[in-house]
């Protein structure tokens, strides 16, 4: 397994994998911040403006390869406030289905801690609905949830969903 930085020209390179990778989430009921009814298109449009948005010090996407096949990704988006400079957001951990289960999202979410404590990041932060397996993950990997928000995100089902909020505090790396 490899892990490796896209950058917009690497996004549009995999773009195909990485829709396939959204609307595989979907189909497992995993919105992944994307409306319902998510069609290859529309995936396709979702990855073209995420990358148009990547800068390697403030948004960084991590993608994983078994050998040339793209099987997962996580996106790690640092804070816009001046006053949250040190933290992040760690968004879209999609890992494909035939892949789950296998520690793909374990290196990814790994990585991206590794990434983030070279940007000299102090904290980060996550959503995710609440009583899934993507729930479940982060307390195995050492993350603190911290709260629930009802009817927080709508599922590609169409019905909402909770989502429960994790954060991790990173080693201060000076």
Do not use: C
Not at 36 to 47: F, V
Request: aromatic letters at 6%.
């Amino acid at each position: 397994m490899t892990i490796v930085e896209l950058d917009a020209a690497g996004v549009e390179r995999h773009l195909g994998a990485l829709a396939k990778l959204l609307l595989d989430a979907h189909a497992s009921n995993m919105a992944l911040g994307l409306a319902p009814s998510l069609t290859l298109a529309g995936a396709e449009a979702a990855w073209r403006e995420h990358a148009s948005r990547l800068e390697p010090d403030e948004r960084v996407q991590l993608a994983a390869f078994d050998g040339d096949a793209l099987v997962g990704v996580v996106h790690l988006a640092r804070s816009t406030a001046p006053n949250g400079r040190h933290r992040a957001e760690i968004q879209r951990l999609a890992v494909r289905a035939d892949s789950r289960g296998t520690g793909v999202g374990r290196l990814l979410m790994e990585a991206a801690t590794e990434r983030a404590q070279a940007l000299g990041l102090r904290l980060l932060w996550l959503s995710t609905h609440a009583g899934t397996d993507a729930d479940r993950i982060y307390e195995r990997l050492g993350w603190t949830r911290s709260g629930v928000i009802p009817d927080y995100a709508q599922l590609p089902s169409g019905e909402l969903a909770a989502n429960v909020f994790y954060y991790l505090k990173l080693a201060n790396i000076a």
